[in-house]
């Protein structure tokens, strides 16, 4: 590995113990069967063909969530899916507003990359995506020109909201012909208002607001697969420790939103699209006793396994792996990483054991937290790894491992109390 992407690596997972957003394959640990289930049973074959499917991940905070959509989101590239990942939060965006999950979901939308070509940042987002469809399709037609181009995005169909239809061809019109209303076509497909003079010339009359919103990720949904990509990954993440939602009315909203997109996965309107929403606790969606959250609990019945495929949940605590040995396993990769960071660094093969071992039985002693020790134990190694890179003569033993778990245990409990005295006001 490149010394810049493992040391970015490193800055990352120990300064907020989150996963970075590229190079996670690298330090992955106990996910291959479920990822393995996935691509074989669905995004292989019956996403592919058309169909559409459900999946709730669970994972406690800290506990690897992010890093296992992300996962979702590497395999679902390698099979020419378009991906979005969309951080669920209170404010910018609760799942109780379906028009600012819109909003996100096209403001993140990326096409499949690979290698460097993933940290350009002009290729987030519904600009980027539509730029490269265009490119890819002036290269396809090559010196055949315009009136190909002209023919071939007119003939697009099959999308429910003929407002959407118009204005992704006339975004592909305009990057051809240059033409000056492209920012502003670009600016509804974004869920933003434009002038009706606009819309009138285009024939894009409908608003993207929450009466509209679910036809509108149908559409998008419809048009991804409509031009030539197996189809579409969304990849819903509750962020935070609770639900992005505050109020029980806006709970009831969301619940019910889930439900639909649920069922919406049980019919036609979304061919090829595999939805992922990870929460931090089931219990959150599966305990009220409220009719609506009685439905979910039916659709949510079965966990995926490898005798049952069919399944709808995930959970991240049941990787098939000892907890101590998971860490120790992850420890290792780590250290692999640390070392490509800071050439020619090596660190002292027994020193390196007896840190990794006790931090992770240190970490694995704080499970009850409120954190997930798996959390815990990323920011801590990365502190022990500075500590015998720089003071190589004194080793880590188990009083020393423990007072760094402990350390970053207050300090990350700190920060979510900020982050949550910050929602509450």
């Not at 957003?21 to 669905?42: C, K």
């Not at 439905?295 to 098939?320: C, F, K, M, Y």
């Not at 660094?345 to 798996?374: C, K, M, N, W």
């Amino acid at each position: 590995m490149k010394s810049g992407l493992a040391k970015a690596i490193i800055n990352r997972l120990g300064g907020t113990g989150t996963p970075p957003e590229f190079g996670i394959e690298h330090f992955t640990v106990g996910l291959d069967p479920w990822l393995g289930i996935i691509d074989e049973e669905y995004l292989d074959s019956f996403i592919k063909l058309g169909g559409s499917a459900f999946k709730l991940v669970i994972g406690n905070y800290g506990g690897g969530k992010t890093h296992f959509l992300y996962r979702i989101r590497d395999v679902a590239w390698a099979r020419g899916y378009a991906v979005s990942y969309v951080a669920l939060s209170p404010v910018e965006c609760p799942f109780n507003k379906l028009e600012l999950v819109y909003k996100a979901t096209v403001a993140n939308l990326m096409h499949p990359m690979k290698g460097e070509e993933q940290i350009k940042p002009w290729e987030r987002g519904i600009d980027g995506f539509l730029r490269n469809w265009y490119m890819e399709k002036v290269e396809e037609f090559g010196e055949k020109g315009g009136e190909f181009l002209t023919s071939y995005v007119r003939s697009i169909a099959g999308i429910e909201s003929s407002s959407f239809t118009n204005a992704v061809r006339e975004a592909f019109l305009s990057l051809q012909t240059g033409g000056e209303d492209y920012e502003r076509i670009l600016q509804w497909l974004k869920g933003e208002e434009i002038d009706r003079v606009i819309r009138n010339k285009y024939g894009i009359t409908e608003r993207v607001d929450k009466t509209t919103a679910f036809r509108h990720l149908r559409s998008l949904a419809q048009w991804i697969k409509a031009i030539g990509y197996a189809g579409l990954v969304l990849l819903f993440d509750e962020a935070e420790r609770g639900l992005s939602i505050a109020s029980s009315r806006e709970r009831r909203v969301a619940m019910d939103n889930l439900r639909q997109l649920i069922d919406e996965c049980g019919n036609s309107r979304l061919p090829g699209v595999m939805i992922f929403y990870a929460i931090p606790d089931e219990r959150q969606l599966l305990e009220e006793r409220l009719e609506v959250y009685e439905a979910l609990r039916q659709r949510l019945s079965g966990v995926l396994t490898g005798v049952n495929p069919s399944g709808v949940r995930i959970n991240l605590e049941e990787l098939g792996k000892e907890p101590v040995e998971f860490l120790q396993e992850l420890g290792e990769k780590l250290s692999t990483i640390y070392q490509d960071a800071y050439p020619p660094f090596s660190f002292p093969q027994e020193s390196l054991r007896e840190a990794i071992t006790y931090l992770a039985q240190a970490a694995y002693e704080e499970r009850y937290a409120d954190v997930g020790h798996r959390r815990v134990f990323v920011k801590g190694i990365i502190q022990a790894f500075h500590r015998l890179r720089n003071q190589p003569t004194e080793p880590i033993g188990r009083d020393m491992a423990r007072r760094i778990i402990r350390d970053q245990l207050m300090a990350l409990e700190m920060e979510f109390q900020e982050e949550a005295d910050q929602q509450e006001y």
